[in-house]
T-cell receptor, first 111, second 112 residues
């Protein structure tokens, strides 16, 4: 069945780069998404990449997409303590009716 | 900006009570979704709706029902709340199927 996998935890030091990885099985996604969830809050759309692109850069965020390997990654440059949150990868299901979310990666940034 | 609001941030109910969670979006989106979020399990889709009065079961619909009488409002109903339904409930909307979803702030429900 359709599935999205992410590692559950990542710990980095302030100022370092963070890389959060995601793999998916099948998707009809036109776009692939990264959402951010801060403690006690809902999910906020962070960035997305069009499925025919390999890379998208948006200030400190870089999204890489390898469609052949079905691998999506989010790189945060110069990670700050304010980046501490849960990050979710999401892709559309095969039917294109809904998004499938990974379980989320908890990013912990220490000063 | 898309705005999705949920009726309560925190809710405490007793076992057996009927519980209503309300969600309203102001962007005329066709699709609305209800998820629950539990530690280690991520987001799980309970129900979604792609039109007024239409509903589709998600991955874990048991113990829940939904109502969509108006396009902007999607309600999640727990007919007889149980302690296993203690969770964070998130509502989302999207303009098209499989498209970007916009989330509300969530309702943390505790069933005692």
């Amino acid at each position: 069945g359709e599935d999205v996998e992410q590692s559950l935890f990542l710990s980095v030091r302030e100022g370092d780069s963070s890389v959060i990885n995601c793999t998916y099985t099948d998707s009809s996604s036109t776009y692939l998404y990264w959402y951010k969830q801060e403690p006690g809050a809902g999910l906020q759309l962070l960035t997305y990449i069009f499925s025919n692109m390999d890379m998208k850069q948006d200030q400190r965020l870089t999204v890489l997409l390898n469609k052949k390997d079905k691998h999506l990654s989010l790189r945060i440059a110069d990670t700050q303590t304010g980046d501490s949150a849960i990050y979710f990868c999401a892709v559309a299901n095969q039917a294109g009716t809904a998004l499938i979310f990974g379980k989320g990666t908890t990013l912990s940034v220490s000063s | 900006d898309v705005k999705v609001t949920q009726s309560s941030r925190y809710l405490v109910k007793r076992t057996g009570e009927k519980v209503f969670l309300e969600c309203v979006q102001d962007m005329d989106h066709e699709n609305m979704f209800w998820y629950r979020q539990d530690p280690g399990l991520g987001l799980r889709l309970i129900y979604f709706s792609y039109d007024v009065k239409m509903k589709e079961k998600g991955d874990i619909p048991e113990g829940y029902s939904v109502s969509r009488e108006k396009k902007e409002r999607f309600s999640l109903i727990l007919e007889s709340a149980s302690t296993s339904q203690t969770s964070m409930y998130l509502c989302a909307s999207s303009p098209l199927e499989g498209d970007t979803q916009y989330f509300g702030p969530g309702t943390r429900l505790t069933v005692l």
